[in-house]
């Protein structure tokens, strides 16, 4: 279970007064003309239940991005409460950090995150050695998850002579292999060409029936959100507009910026 209470974001030096001043409930573009901050996120609260699929959707600040490194601290909220199985992670010193990182939590970028001095099998077992594995038993649990994304063959070659899709293949088996329960997923997919994301979606959705991860998952895509998700998460300017299931959205859009998604989807 994550659990996120009241968290809000402030981007600028003057914080203090530009978070006094989202409190009392002015607008990001006022706050900006006044302080020179960017209001990021306000008062965000949203739960996430153990194995589902929560994706969230928005315009590009929107503050979906912004929201999801919430949960793994790489982002540190201004004003709220992040916990996790009831772990309150904002407490957390950076030893204990650490290890949440590297044992509860694991991260799936869009730009693919792949050493490129490593080869494939190195970049998958990359996180298991980082947090104390022999390299043997690393390397051989990372084998496991390179045949189950479908790139066995490749396990020597380096990540410059691999397509998108064989990179974030690598990428999603790194996150997998250290077997974390919360996968967060930024825009994981939104650089691939139409059929590789395709292919993608498939791989996700087969391996999410076997693990039954908890995943957190941000895209602008509709059909995306759609096709995998459990529970739909609209934003608009740092703040959470609707909250659903994909047949809740597209049947019952809370106004008319979500009805617009549900429009283009369906002219598409």
């Known amino acids: 279970m994550i659990e996120l209470r009241h968290l809000t974001k402030v981007f600028g030096r003057k914080e203090s007064a530009a978070l006094a001043m989202a409190e009392q409930g002015v607008g990001k573009a006022e706050i900006l003309a006044a302080t020179g901050c960017t209001l990021a996120l306000r ?24 929201l999801v490194r919430h949960i793994n601290r790489l982002i540190e909220p201004s004003a709220g409460d992040i916990r996790v199985d009831g772990v309150d992670v904002r407490a957390l010193e950076a ?31 990359f996180g298991l050695m980082a947090r104390g594995e022999d390299r043997q038993t690393a390397l051989n ?19 410059d002579v691999l397509s998108g899709g064989m990179k974030q293949r690598v990428g999603l088996a790194r996150a997998l292999a250290v077997e974390t329960g919360i996968l967060l997923m ?19 959705q087969g391996l999410q029936q076997r693990l039954k991860r908890t995943i957190v998952f941000v895209t602008h895509d509709l059909d995306e959100a759609v096709r995998l998700g459990n529970r739909i998460v609209i934003m608009k300017d740092g703040e959470i507009i609707q909250t659903g299931t994909p047949e809740d959205i597209l049947s019952h859009p809370a106004n008319d910026y979500v009805a617009r998604f549900v429009q283009i989807r369906h002219r598409d």
């Open 43 to 66: 008062d965000v609260s949203l739960d996430m239940a153990a194995g589902e699929v929560c994706v969230l959707m928005g315009l590009s600040g929107s503050g979906k991005s912004t």
């Open 141 to 159: 649990k990372a084998m496991e998850w390179i045949a189950a994304v479908g790139l066995e063959g490749y396990e020597k070659a380096r990540p």
């Open 186 to 204: 930024d825009e994981a997919f939104s650089a691939l060409d139409p059929l590789t994301r395709a292919d993608m979606q498939d791989l996700l």
């Open 95 to 125: 030893k204990d950090l650490r290890e949440y990182r590297r044992r509860q939590v694991s991260m799936v970028f869009q730009g693919f995150g792949l050493l490129p001095h490593l080869d494939v099998l190195e970049n998958v077992a």
